[in-house]
């Protein structure tokens, strides 16, 4: 499969590099072997089987460009620092996802929950289409993106935190370019989010107690 792993991180969230590199390697299939990156700002987060990309200070969307800039893929599968892994991610239905995506020329195949924000349309099995003026288009959550596509999001005049990106950079998309965004629905997620806004949400502390790791971290 020609895709790079790609995490969105930033040196203040260093405390969560641990965990996340622990649950990630326990249920990762090693067969989907491909190259795997974490952006930083200074810090080496010295991930297991990941390059650290040291993008200095910048917002979010600076830092993500020259990440792709460094890089130079083709197609990523993004993550964030504090999506911790809850089940075991398997070589047969990454290709499943990752054949759909090439085949229909999607701009991003989001792999995670529904969302009520959503106009959807069914496709086939799981996967839907997301309709062109449909809240969230460009999501954050876990998703193959094309980085030409994913690059063209980008407001070219102004920086983005991800929630701009997310909101305002959805809008422009909508009203300025005939999309193809496609996400599988998951019935039983295969990552939940450690934090929220800076604070560790629920599920962080029942995965810490699930999987006998230390809650104590920031």
Known sequence: MDF????????????????????F?????NSIDVKKYIITQETDAKLYKFETIKV??????????KAIDKIKPKNILWLQDD??????????????????FVSNNAGRFGIHDDSAFYAKLPV????YKL????????????????????????DK????????????????????????????????PWYLEACRKG???????????QEGINANIA
């Open 56 to 65: 200095k200070n910048g917002t979010f969307s600076i830092g993500v460009k």
């Open 4 to 23: 790079t792993i790609l995490v969105g991180s930033c040196d203040k969230y260093h405390y969560l590099w641990n965990h996340f590199n622990y649950l």
């Open 199 to 209: 604070k560790f949400t629920e599920d962080f502390y029942n995965i810490c107690k």
């Open 83 to 100: 999506y911790f892994l809850r089940n075991y991610v398997l070589l047969e239905e990454m290709q499943a996802y990752y054949d759909f």
């Open 25 to 29: 390697h326990k249920y990762w299939d």
């Open 157 to 188: 005049d102004n920086e983005e935190d991800p929630w701009q990106f997310e909101v305002e950079g959805s809008e422009r998309l909508n009203n300025n370019c005939l999309h193809r965004i496609f996400f599988a629905m998951q019935e039983k």
């Open 124 to 127: 086939y099995k799981n996967i």
């Open 131 to 154: 309709h062109q003026q449909s809240l969230y288009t460009i999501s954050l959550q876990a998703s193959f993106w094309n980085t030409d596509f994913l690059y063209s999001c980008f």
